[in-house]
T-cell receptor, first 109, second 113 residues
Framework: DAKTTQPNSMESNEEEPVHLPCNHSTISGTDYIHWYRQLPSQGPEYVIHGLTSNVNNRMASLAIAEDRKSSTLILHRATLRDAAVYYC??????????FGTGTRLQVTL | DAGITQSPRHKVTETGTPVTLRCHQTENHRYMYWYRQDPGHGLRLIHYSYGVKDTDKGEVSDGYSVSRSKTEDFLLTLESATSSQTSVYFCATQPTVKQGLAFFGQGTRLTVV
């Protein structure tokens, strides 16, 4: 399975945008890029996913580099409720759902 | 939200005893997963299933076995619990691997004393 690399932690001020990076230089042409997050004391939850084009939903935006070797999860206005561990995962036809250690996002007032 | 129920939610057991954790889904998802989560290690895959009676090992499968006799149930068994298996266990389901969104249960906190 192709691997992803994320920073261990990031900080943001409330109400400001947050850009969470993910490198996936060994991504294959058919791998989807998924983002999940895990709030304290909860199971992970889906955030967003994409293949080649940028994606937007009510939670976040996903910006995918043209060569697909990296992507960025964008939270447009971080709130205290967005403090969580964010995981970037690649999924392909034969791959299983495996997680790295993710990025711990701290949001401060 | 997908209907995923883990049972029990909390369990304390003694070293050497067998333990079975249950994951039940009502979404008819094909894929199911068991993970453990320990401080500093994130989520580690124990076993997964890609259909009834079709299972495979994940990265930390030693000491664990699984069974899936029905689409809706995925059982994780610790044959002889050890203190190193004290952890929070999460179950997940997914309709397809590539695009399918995964849904997670609330977790089972297992303590082996």
């Amino acid at each position: 399975d192709a691997k992803t690399t994320q920073p261990n932690s990031m900080e943001s001020n409330e109400e400001e945008p947050v850009h969470l990076p993910c490198n996936h230089s060994t991504i294959s042409g058919t791998d989807y890029i998924h983002w999940y997050r895990q709030l304290p004391s909860q199971g992970p939850e889906y955030v967003i996913h994409g293949l080649t084009s940028n994606v937007n939903n009510r939670m976040a935006s996903l910006a995918i580099a043209e060569d697909r070797k990296s992507s960025t999860l964008i939270l447009h206005r971080a709130t205290l409720r967005d403090a969580a561990v964010y995981y970037c995962i690649l999924t392909g036809t034969a791959s299983k759902l495996t997680f790295g250690t993710g990025t711990r996002l701290q949001v401060t007032l | 939200d997908a209907g995923i129920t883990q049972s029990p939610r909390h369990k304390v057991t003694e070293t050497g005893t067998p333990v079975t954790l249950r994951c039940h889904q009502t979404e008819n998802h094909r894929y199911m997963y068991w993970y453990r989560q320990d401080p500093g290690h994130g989520l580690r895959l124990i076993h997964y299933s890609y259909g009834v009676k079709d299972t495979d090992k994940g990265e930390v499968s030693d000491g664990y076995s699984v069974s899936r006799s029905k689409t809706e149930d995925f059982l994780l068994t610790l044959e002889s619990a050890t203190s190193s298996q004290t952890s929070v266990y999460f179950c997940a389901t997914q309709p397809t691997v590539k695009q399918g969104l995964a849904f997670f249960g609330q977790g089972t906190r297992l303590t082996v004393v």
